[in-house]
């Protein structure tokens, strides 16, 4: 009943809004800001800040801080009210018989501003600026600004907004302020770059609106100023505008020829001021500027080219997002995101599912970061968005939403070099109102490429739409074939879904998380080598967690190679290795030749050769110069000269914007372990219930009836209270339980899972014998569910114990995450200690996947999924719940060694070859140990091939595996 009164209001609050908000196709008017306006001297005034907030109709306000979401600040707002923002704002007197103009960059959904109770404006639609006129309304001394604000209305329901964030999105979410401009002034400048046949000499293309919003006809002059990154002036025009009515505007254009500029790419993102000014009588009356980056998009068959490169995607998808702020965040954070994502290799960003803030833009510009910048729009006739059960996705009345949210993005987002695609939508049915607003996109902007993100192929959602890029959500290791099949560029709109809805499972081992690396690079290389994929994004860049004020946690969780407090997680060091721009071939069988070592090397950048990336080369900690002169997208050697007491090398590459890409260690010579020289005879005891086994100091404890290590004792203490035992831990995909839509349900309460051993019911026959190299025990044991199987252990002089198992499997858990030999001890020994072989020869020290490592167990018992709103101190791999850290419970791969102890430096260590993997954690008051013989990547449903490749099935499937440890 609630929701259909919902869609009710929402069906009539569209008709309504059809009518007020219907467009003609083209932009509203958002003028640049000034830098001067005449003979003030700040022309623009800020407007963040505290504000007074109030449902309309109650009389009681409270201090709200704009920019932000009111829900995020503990205010509610109910379905169909409005929140109403006030304040006092103070013109100031220099800014008498000027045009004073407001502007807001983002409110949710829909506003209504008001001066001194006189309306203004009214806007619907988020995350897109808007302005107005208010100078009519100003009065003398104090005014009273009001900003009436409905959270979803129409613009919300077809971008999914507040559902999307799993809470009303609601308020003003982005900076606010008034500046003050001329009568005459300039209404907009839109800036185009093109090259010529060669890409050497360029035409800056300026369209420059010119206002009279004075009584009495206007002329100026308009004065551009093209300054390279110097200061110093490359190009200098001026027009005259025509003599302007009251009331009009002149349109000029000019097209000016820029000799052999430096062009913007992102691994070289070289930007140019321009500087528009006009002039009346020769004196300037304002002045605004522009960031300029020469660069040209264009498509040819099915790869996109920039500056006439065709270029490869490598990204992420992006939501603006903070746990405390929501969808509000700050120019800090913006500029820190794309830093962030920009040293990890990427060089694109999809803003998902709404246009970025201004300031993102702008860090994108300087950092060197392509943009697809994607319209509010998503889900249109998708069964995640239920509204369409109600509504007709063909009907003409959505139409001019749809065109505004298109055309909004664009004024704003128009003069970025760093935007080289327009996205119309999000996950949506192709139709002929999708066919209009494309035209309208390409009428208004034919320098830039289109998308629509639906699938290409297949009979998922494939209507057959006609952006000018292809998309597919979602594909395996073999999707990348497909796209030298298509006409178009294919582009990986979201692909490789970090494991979030797997929630329990991830509470419980955030090694699921570590895993992520290895097939990304197998997927990733898929993409690079074929022409017809343009690359992709992965799903998602940042956790989308919120930790709303009355204590819950809600969102779609944990899905990004970054949290929400921007720290690195497994995911993100996994991502900066696929992503290298700089890829080693033969790093474990390098070619060499006499003195000579050659490493196969390929150079994934788009537009530089790797001369332009500083090579460091240490030889066993000396330094040796090494270069190469590899063209972008090919390959070679790298040549390093070595001899024969050679034994590491190790290569560092740091790219030309001053972050390191890549680091590789190469070993020459194996690492020999010392071996255990000496020798222990076990000695065999017994009495009814058990056997007694000395070894080495440490005497065992085993059942009669079971056929288990009950105990191993070291002296006095307690090291080992049970096992080693076969262990089946089932692979999880519960995601915490919550009813939902589309998976919008992280919650505070979702707990690990306990993880135990099979349970054994009896071991019919045990049998021991001595041998040369020790004792061995022979044991056949049943277990639940009719499984039975063959235990040894082998207690060897060398002091190690070797446990074998064979079983026949009949349990109900058919698809195993992990299963091996898992092992009990007491609490204390809560250091963990670990070497393994690695995929990478260079880790992080704060990734959990580094290949040798010391973590303590430091456990917490949480009342949530995570501590609820307070910034972490410490690193992500040192977060904690009752399992412990998350360095200590995660899965460690490829294991050749691991210990735990306790103060003393007691305790157990396993031995490998390489080829386990061992997770540790505390549960019921013991830390459990398993050493697994086969272990996959978790139940992530959404990340298909090459993720899920290692998956099986054992049912009535024989598993047989080892565990060796000593007691230290």
Request: glycine share 8%; net charge neutral; proline share 5%.
């Amino acid at each position: 009943m609630i929701l259909k009164k919902i869609y009710s209001f929402s069906i009539c609050l569209l008709l309504l809004l059809n009518t007020t908000y219907a467009q003609q196709n083209k932009p509203t008017r958002l003028s640049p800001l000034p830098l001067k306006s005449e003979t003030v001297n700040t022309p623009v005034i800020s407007l963040n800040g505290d504000w007074n907030f109030a449902i309309k109709g109650e009389k009681e306000k409270k201090k709200i801080v704009v920019p932000g979401e009111w829900e995020m600040q503990g205010f509610k707002v109910g379905d169909g009210e409005t929140a109403v923002y006030s304040r006092e704002i103070s013109i100031p007197g220099n800014w008498k018989d000027k045009k004073v103009k407001i502007r807001f960059d983002g409110i949710s959904s829909h506003a209504i501003v008001k001066l001194n109770d006189e309306v203004v404006t009214e806007h619907e639609g988020s995350f897109v600026p808007f302005e107005a006129d208010m100078t009519r309304f100003i009065k003398s001394g104090q005014n009273i600004l009001t900003v009436e604000v409905q959270a979803l209305t129409i613009s919300d329901r077809l971008a999914c907004t507040s559902q999307y964030a799993a809470h009303t999105v609601g308020g003003i979410l982005r900076k606010a302020l008034i500046f003050v401009l001329p009568d005459l002034n300039i209404a907009d400048v839109t800036i185009t770059t093109f090259f010529d046949k060669r890409y050497q000499n360029a035409t800056l293309q300026l369209n420059t609106s010119i206002a009279n919003e004075s009584e009495k006809n206007a002329v100026a002059v308009i004065r551009y100023r093209l300054k390279d990154a110097a200061g110093k002036i490359v190009v200098e025009k001026s027009l005259t505008t025509k003599d302007i009515n009251p009331g009009g505007n002149d349109l000029l254009t000019l097209s000016i020829p820029v000799k052999k500029p430096v062009q913007w790419n992102t691994e070289q993102p070289y930007l140019y001021q321009l500087e528009t000014a006009l002039l009346i009588g020769g004196r300037v009356t304002e002045s605004v500027s522009h960031q300029v980056g020469f660069r040209q998009i264009e498509i040819k068959g099915n790869r996109v080219l920039v500056n006439g490169s065709a270029i490869k995607l490598r990204g992420v998808n992006r939501h603006s997002v903070h746990p405390l702020t929501g969808r509000s965040i700050s120019a800090d954070l913006d500029r820190k995101d794309a830093l962030l994502f920009r040293d990890a290799n990427c060089n694109y960003i999809r803003t998902s599912h709404y246009p970025p803030s201004e300031e993102f833009l702008a860090a994108a510009d300087e950092l060197g970061l392509f943009v697809e910048n994607e319209s509010s729009l998503t889900w249109i006739e998708h069964d995640a968005s239920p509204i369409w059960k109600l509504w007709n996705y063909k009907d003409e009345k959505f139409l001019p939403f749809m065109i505004n949210a298109n055309i909004e993005k664009m004024q704003a987002g128009k003069n970025h070099p760093s935007v080289i695609i327009w996205s119309l939508g999000n996950e949506s049915r192709w139709s002929p109102l999708w066919a209009k607003v494309l035209a309208v996109v390409k009428q208004l902007d034919p320098s830039r490429p289109t998308s629509f993100h639906d699938q290409c192929w297949g009979g998922y959602n494939n209507a057959g739409s006609k952006a000018d890029i292809a998309n597919y959500h979602y594909p395996g290791i073999n999707g990348a074939v497909a796209t030298d099949t298509m006409s178009r560029p294919v582009l990986f709109g979201e692909y490789a879904h970090i494991s979030d809805y797997n929630r329990r499972e991830l509470v419980t081992d955030p090694g699921v998380r570590a895993a992520y690396g290895v097939p990304l690079v197998k997927m990733y290389d898929s993409m690079y080598a074929h022409n017809g994929c343009l690359g992709g994004a992965i799903w998602s860049g940042i956790d989308d967690v919120f930790h709303m004020p009355d204590g819950r946690i809600n969102g779609y969780g944990p899905w990004g190679p970054i949290d929400g407090w921007r720290r690195p997680k497994p995911e993100y060091w996994g991502m900066k290795k696929a992503y290298s721009p700089v890829v080693l071939k033969n790093i474990d069988k390098p070619h060499i030749n006499g003195q000579q070592l050659q490493l196969e090397i390929e150079n994934r950048y788009d537009f530089i050769s790797l001369k332009n990336v500083a090579i460091s080369c240490k030889i066993d900690g000396a330094d040796v110069k090494v270069s190469s002169d590899i063209a972008p997208h090919s390959k070679g050697y790298l040549t390093i000269p070595i001899n024969k007491r050679t034994d590491e090398i190790y290569l560092t590459f740091k790219d030309p914007r001053g972050f390191i890409i890549n680091e590789e260690r190469i070993n020459l010579k194996d690492k020999i372990e010392k071996s255990v020289t000496a020798l222990y005879n076990p000695s065999l005891t017994e009495n009814d219930a058990a056997y007694f086994v000395e070894h080495s100091g440490v005497v065992y404890t085993i059942s009669k009836t079971t056929g288990i290590i009950t105990s191993a004792k070291k002296g006095n203490k307690l090291v080992l209270s049970q096992g080693p035992v076969v262990c089946v831990v089932p692979m999880n995909s519960e995601d915490g339980g919550k009813p939902n839509v589309a998976g919008e349900t992280y919650q505070n309460d979702i707990y690990p899972l306990k993880n135990y051993p099979l349970y054994t019911l009896f071991a019919s026959e045990i049998k021991t014998q001595q041998t040369d190299t020790g004792l061995v025990f022979s044991i056949r044991t049943s277990y639940i569910n009719d499984t039975k199987g063959n235990i040894q252990y082998l207690f060897l002089k060398t002091g190690i114990v070797k446990v074998n198992y064979e079983i026949d499997y009949k349990g109900k858990e058919e698809k195993p995450y992990q299963y091996g030999m898992l092992m009990e001890l007491p609490a204390s020994y809560s250091t963990l200690d670990w070497k393994r072989k690695g995929a990478f020869t260079v880790y992080s020290p704060v990734d959990i996947a580094r290949s040798e490592g010391h973590a303590q167990l430091n456990f917490r018992w949480l009342p949530a999924v995570e501590e609820w709103g307070k910034q972490p101190a410490k690193d992500w791999k040192d977060d904690a719940n009752q399992l412990g850290s998350n360095d200590f419970r995660s899965t460690k791969k490829e294991i050749f060694n691991v210990a735990l102890t306790d103060e003393q430096g007691s305790g157990v260590e396993a031995l490998s070859n390489g080829k386990q993997a061992s997770r540790s954690w505390l549960q019921d008051q013991h830390i459990q140990f398993l050493i697994a013989d086969y272990s996959n990547n978790g139940s992530e449903p959404f990340y298909g091939s090459p993720f899920t490749e290692n998956r099986i099935n054992i049912k009535n499937k024989q598993l047989k595996g080892s565990v060796s440890f000593r007691i230290k």
